[in-house]
């Protein structure tokens, strides 16, 4: 994992590869990715108590956990930009650096 500054702004690199034994579109992927947010959901929910069930995890466990559920989610993203780079020529690189400007406008980041 890479910490970089560019122009003041601190990025964190995790680079995850492209699964090449399964065969996604933006549909599968679309769905995929909202189980694994909701499998994340789920365990904090639960560590959290917001289910009513008292928790039996310790809170390391419980953190190791959220990181595996994490890279799930992170990995289901970057499969999603795979296809849409693949099938429908998006410019991912181009997009990064639009969503990078609309965090700018927003204040979320400062240059």
Known sequence: MEIEKTNGIKFKSISLPRLNNLKP????TAIKLMEEAGELAQLIGKFRCL???KHEMEEQEVIEKMCEELLDVAQVAVSMMFVLEETYNVDIEEKV????????KKKYITE
Request: aromatic fraction near 0%; charged fraction near 20%; glycine fraction near 6%.
């Open 97 to 104: 650096q639009q969503h990078i400007q609309k965090l700018i």
């Open 25 to 28: 579109n933006i549909e599968s």
């Open 51 to 53: 289910n009513g069930e």
